[in-house]
């Protein structure tokens, strides 16, 4: 991101990003964002970060973290819409396809976290204040997940059945909440997808 602002200073004389006349810097910015966020294609680092992380700070990898650059990604959308779709179809087919399989906890919110933004990316030149409701329910979802996964210390798929006799409550809602950030109706993570599609 830096190099790209850099590039524009050079070329056009100004460090204003959301005004580049040139279609090279625009372009890496928009790249520098797409990493910066975990976008497909430039997503292959955010599964194996989370992996690595603590709970908590995978909570805010996959919240805080995005909400300044998909900021700048709304000022300069404008200027870049085709990149933004061919980005936001990609990281939807990208984040669906890797989460398959997957028994780690986290691997499975990474791959969740690219999916949505995908959505979120997809819709952002057509309707931001759907855009906006996406990524509010998206927010809430990721953060009683990480918050439920905190309280009984579970990691691995296959340990959420041992729950049961510390907190029955979170077994029961954390499958719901899992599904509904799989977009499954007639659950809340449906609802976005949906308004989207119409």
Do not use: C
């Amino acid at each position: 991101l830096l190099f790209a602002s850099i590039s524009n200073a050079f070329l056009t004389g100004e460090w204003d990003i959301l005004q580049t006349p040139n279609t090279l810097t625009s372009s890496l910015i928009t790249l520098a964002l797409a990493m910066k966020i975990g976008l497909a294609p430039l997503h292959s680092w955010m599964p194996e970060v989370m992996q690595g992380l603590s709970l908590l700070n995978g909570l805010i990898l996959s919240t805080w973290q995005k909400l300044a650059p998909l900021y700048l990604i709304y000022q300069i959308q404008p200027t870049n819409s085709n990149i933004f779709i061919t980005l936001g179809l990609l990281s939807i087919i990208v984040g669906g396809w890797g989460g398959f399989n997957q028994v780690q906890l986290r691997k499975i919110l990474a791959y969740s976290s690219i999916a949505h933004l995908g959505w979120m990316i997809l819709i952002l030149s057509f309707s931001p204040p759907l855009a906006l409701l996406t990524i509010l329910i998206y927010l809430l979802m990721t953060f009683s997940l990480f918050s439920s996964f905190m309280l009984t210390r579970t990691t691995h798929i296959n340990s959420l059945a041992t729950t049961w006799a510390k907190i029955p409550i979170l077994t029961i809602s954390t499958p719901l909440v899992l599904l509904s950030l799989g977009g499954l109706p007639p659950l809340t993570g449906f609802m976005p997808k949906w308004l989207i599609l119409q």
